[in-house]
Each structure stands twice: as structure tokens, then as C-alpha cells.
């Protein structure tokens, strides 16, 4: 038979892993991976879009910054996004993935990247309230699996390369809520939203 002692120190140990257990489980609800409702809508006049908005190609026949919009706005949790770069124009490699305040209610520039509340990566540089403020040596390649992550609580994103595990992450100070912000640059130039 158990002393009390004993009781009481096991009883306060299963409330303590109990506890951990009900916020680690609370977390992770939080933490909402890409439903079927996150679609491209477009911005610029060189994309098309197909499979509900679930694939934006550049249609054009010449090279221009075109914006790609997620059709959801984020206010609150964190999202998980994940995009299958499927065509990269492997002359001149451009694209852009990070968000743009949705509070601003337009785009303010083009290339869309340059507006004030744009914050994301190019495939050379990183942009926070549009402006340039740092080169990397990007790894994306065609055919990778980008997960982009929207922390509206912590007011953070990040970017994964799931080929390389290369993550990148920084603080957005911009007005949620913010949506998904895409650039394709090359005739041809293709991204798909995964479920």
C-alpha cells in the first residue's frame, strides 16, 4: 500500500502530464494545415488559373512581375501553405512567396513585392514592407514543395524548402490580416496549392 505522500506526489505528477498533454494538443489544433478552401485568385492580367484555383500559370508571352493571391485572409492561428513549384523557367528564375496585408485592401505597386506591405522572398532577396533589404542564395528549384507558415499570433512567417529542409523565417509588422502573396515571372512559370 501507498503513503499518502507518495499518492499525492504521483496524483500531482498526472495532473502535470495531463496538463502538458491538453496544451501540447491545444497547439497543435491551432496550428491549421491547407484546407480545401485556400485558392489563387490573381492580380495581374498574364495568369491563368486552373483546377478552381488551385494552379496559377503565367500565361503571357514575355517576362512581367505577375501577383497571385491567396483568396483567404488570414487573421488569427497559424496556417501551413504548401505550393508545388511545377514549371520554373530555368533561363530566368523568378518567383516571390510571402503575404500582403489584405488591410490595405489593393496592390500599391508593381512588381507587387515593392508594396509597403509586402513581406516575403524572391528567389534572390528578401523583402520586408517592400523594400529590399538583404540577398541570399535561394535553393528552390522546379518541382520543390515550398511551405510557407503564417504566425498571426506571433506576427511572424516562415519559409520551408521541404527538398533541402532550408528554412527562413521573419517578423512581419504589417496590419493583419494578411493573404497569401505570390510572384510568377517567366511565360510558363507554374504553381500549384497542395491540400
Same mark, same amino acid.
Given at each position: 500500500m501507498m503513503s499518502e505522500q507518495r499518492v499525492q506526489e504521483y496524483l500531482r505528477n498526472e495532473i502535470?502530464?495531463?496538463?502538458?498533454?491538453?496544451?501540447?494538443?491545444?497547439?497543435?489544433?491551432?496550428? +491549421?494545415? +491547407?484546407?480545401?478552401?485556400?485558392?489563387?485568385?490573381?492580380?495581374?492580367?498574364?495568369?491563368? @488559373?486552373?483546377?478552381?484555383?488551385?494552379?496559377?500559370?503565367? $500565361?503571357?508571352?514575355?517576362?512581367?512581375?505577375?501577383?497571385?493571391l491567396g483568396g483567404n485572409s488570414y487573421l488569427s492561428g497559424i496556417h501551413r501553405l504548401r505550393i508545388t513549384i511545377e514549371n520554373l523557367n530555368s533561363n530566368h528564375k523568378? +518567383?516571390?512567396?510571402?503575404? @500582403?496585408?489584405?488591410?490595405?485592401?489593393?496592390?500599391?505597386?508593381?512588381?507587387?513585392?515593392?508594396?509597403? $506591405?509586402?513581406?516575403?522572398?524572391?528567389?534572390?532577396?528578401?523583402?520586408?514592407?517592400?523594400?529590399?533589404?538583404?540577398?541570399?542564395?535561394?535553393?528552390?528549384?522546379?518541382?520543390?514543395?515550398?511551405?510557407l507558415e503564417l504566425n498571426c499570433d506571433e506576427q511572424t512567417i516562415s519559409l520551408l524548402n521541404k527538398r533541402t529542409n532550408k528554412k527562413m523565417q521573419m517578423m512581419v509588422d504589417g496590419k493583419l490580416p494578411w493573404k497569401l502573396h505570390c510572384t510568377i515571372c517567366c511565360p510558363g512559370d507554374r504553381l500549384r496549392l497542395l491540400d
Open positions: 502535470h502530464r495531463i496538463q502538458c498533454t491538453t496544451n501540447y494538443i491545444q497547439k497543435q489544433m491551432r496550428i +491549421l494545415e +491547407l484546407s480545401e478552401n485556400e485558392y489563387f485568385t490573381t492580380a495581374s492580367y498574364d495568369v491563368r @488559373l486552373e483546377e478552381n484555383g488551385k494552379v496559377a500559370i503565367h $500565361s503571357g508571352k514575355q517576362m512581367f512581375h505577375n501577383t497571385v523568378y +518567383l516571390f512567396f510571402g503575404v @500582403l496585408s489584405s488591410a490595405t485592401g489593393k496592390i500599391q505597386s508593381v512588381p507587387s513585392f515593392y508594396s509597403p $506591405s509586402a513581406y516575403g522572398w524572391s528567389m534572390k532577396c528578401i523583402y520586408i514592407k517592400g523594400i529590399q533589404i538583404e540577398e541570399y542564395d535561394s535553393d528552390i528549384v522546379q518541382e520543390d514543395v515550398i511551405e
